[in-house]
């Protein structure tokens, strides 16, 4: 069973540029989470798609969204980028809220 | 909104020893207690899970408690061992805007000193 796939592994990009970040959910898995992990704060939640739609959404600005595909993968977008945005992102799929959350290698992305 | 806090923040033993992680959650319908550990450059992966209808939980030389009256729960670890270095997430669900979702604790860096 393949697990939880995220893309890509590592990005660097300038202030003021947008990414784009990957995660592909263990099949069967129809939500999916986005977490920002920093030293010191821990896994910060972003939002969560269940069936191409946001359930929840964290204390984070509208620069930070997402998606979610009819396949159940999804993608995370930043625009605007800041120095502080900085992070490794980590996607985590779950059947639901109450059941394991396999999470991703995450996407190590710097903003220089 | 929910809010978990986790302490200490790190801990550092002698192998053999054993852990304490502590937790606290602040909405009182949460009803599911996950705990994950994540080694250094690797993915958070669950090592325990506690619902809120059971009172303790254990799996070899680890355990969790969960007191629902005063909102928290702990992780122990008996003879810890070397590999059990790591940093471990407590994790606690909220009832959001539209559903469930799993809120984290900031987390705990165990080192297991040989």
């Known amino acids: 069973k393949a697990g939880v796939t995220q893309t890509p592994r590592y990005l660097i990009k300038t202030r003021g540029q947008q990414v784009t970040l990957s995660c592909s959910p263990i099949?069967?898995?129809?939500?999916v989470s986005w977490y920002q992990q920093t030293p010191g704060q821990g896994l910060q939640f972003l939002f969560e798609y269940f069936s191409e739609t946001q359930r929840n959404k964290g204390n984070f600005p509208g620069r930070f969204s997402g998606r979610q595909f009819s396949n159940s993968r999804s993608e995370m977008n930043v625009s605007t980028l800041e120095l502080g945005d900085s992070a490794l992102y980590l996607c985590a799929s779950s059947r639901d809220a109450r059941t394991e959350a396999f999470f991703g290698q995450g996407t190590r992305l710097t903003v220089v | 909104g929910e809010n978990v806090e986790q302490h200490p923040s790190t801990l550092s033993v002698q192998e053999g020893d054993s852990a304490v992680i502590k937790c606290t959650y602040s909405?009182?319908?949460?009803?599911?207690f996950p705990w994950y550990k994540q080694e250094l450059g690797k993915r958070p992966q669950l090592i325990i899970d506690?619902?809120?209808?059971?009172g303790e939980k254990k799996d070899q030389r680890i355990a969790v408690t969960l007191n629902k009256t005063a909102k928290h729960f702990s992780l122990h670890i008996t003879e810890t061992q070397p590999e059990d270095s790591a940093v471990y997430f407590c994790?606690?669900?909220?009832?959001?805007?539209?559903?469930?979702?799993?809120?984290f604790g900031k987390g705990m860096k165990l080192t297991v000193n040989p």
């Open positions: 506690i619902r809120s209808n059971v």
């Open positions: 909405d009182s319908a949460s009803n599911y």
């Open positions: 994790a606690a669900t909220s009832r959001g805007a539209g559903s469930e979702k799993l809120v």
């Open positions: 099949s069967g898995h129809r939500s």
